[in-house]
């Protein structure tokens, strides 16, 4: 999902980690975590709320945002979802 944003950005030719950041490492800015967050929501339904897991960090959290940190997300609220939690 994220490197199909990326190469519609014609950025696709950088490594993607779980210790890759959306601000610093990919450039994304604001509005392309909002892409994201919708992304996400297509793909999974409510199950995954960007905006609500957002809004429990702090802004330099929020800033220094990972693609572990996400994708770690992204798996528990899955398996939540799936234990019916």
Known sequence: MLRTMLDEYGVDDI???M???FTEDLELESIDLVALAGSLE???GQHVNFAEFVADLELDEIIDLSVGHLVRHVAQRL???EGGS
């Open 79 to 81: 398996r939540a979802a």
């Open 15 to 17: 490594e993607i980690t």
């Open 19 to 21: 210790q890759t950041r």
């Open 42 to 44: 297509a793909r999974y």
